[in-house]
Nanobody
Framework: QVQLVESGGGLVQAGDSLRLSCAASGRTASSYAMGWFRQAPGKEREFVATISRSGGITDYADSVKGRFTISRDNAKNTVYLQIDSLKPEDTAVYYC?????????????????WGQGTQVTVSS
């Protein structure tokens, strides 16, 4: 069992930056690949980024490439999502998730545990 707690969300202006954190407890987070997803109002949850168990391999949705950076600190059992140049369309609840295995994945169904989410609201 793994518990995940996201933090770092908030109300920001377009162009600002945020760093989201996801702290894992329970089984060692370094045993899992990790990912970030988001769900905007009225839309389905979508893939944002993922990182391998070692942190050496990352993957991003096309819509966030160049602005979002995923990273992890296995000593702290934490994964981060740095978001730069925020846009109003980035407004969403951001969720982190973990999956057993070395590589991350883009599909929600590949993930085993989820956090409760953190709200990011970007005003124009």
């Amino acid at each position: 069992q793994v518990q995940l707690v996201e933090s770092g969300g908030g109300l920001v202006q377009a162009g600002d930056s945020l760093r989201l954190s996801c702290a894992a407890s329970g089984r060692t987070a370094s045993s899992y690949a990790m990912g970030w997803f988001r769900q905007a109002p009225g839309k389905e949850r979508e893939f944002v980024a993922t990182i391998s168990r070692s942190g050496g391999i990352t993957d991003y949705a096309d819509s966030v490439k160049g602005r979002f950076t995923i990273s992890r600190d296995n000593a702290k059992n934490t994964v981060y999502l740095q978001i730069d140049s925020l846009k109003p369309e980035d407004t969403a609840v951001y969720y982190c998730a973990v999956r057993q295995g070395f590589f991350g994945a883009r599909s929600e169904s590949e993930y085993d545990y989820w956090g409760q989410g953190t709200q990011v609201t970007v005003s124009s």
